[in-house]
């Protein structure tokens, strides 16, 4: 009996593209939501210094993962793209 090994060159062009417009959907739905956040917290009285910082650093974090390209060219690299940050946008 001979073993198939399936690599991502035989996967399914159609899941490419998808893991492709959900990887960016998120990374750029973080990157809108830091900006929001990061504003509304500002305009408070007393704004809470610590979550702005931690607002600062997830954007600048997934702005480094949304702009190297490297991360788009492997399939398993976005589906971790997408496990890493998706539960992020439920927030």
């Known amino acids: 009996m001979d073993t198939i090994i399936k690599n991502e060159e035989d996967e399914n ?8 417009e959900t ?3 998120i990374l ?3 990157i809108a939501y830091t900006c929001h956040e990061e504003i509304k917290e500002l305009e408070k009285e007393c704004p809470d210094t610590e979550r702005v910082k931690g607002l600062q650093a997830l954007f600048v974090e997934v702005h480094a993962v949304n702009d190297d390209p490297e991360n788009f060219q492997s399939q398993d ?3 971790e793209i997408i ?3 998706g ?3 439920k927030h």
Request: no cysteine.
């Open 13 to 20: 062009p159609l899941e490419w593209y998808s893991l492709t």
């Open 23 to 25: 990887a960016n959907s």
């Open 28 to 30: 750029n739905g973080l």
């Open 77 to 79: 690299r976005m589906k």
């Open 83 to 85: 496990a890493r940050y």
């Open 87 to 89: 539960g992020l946008l």
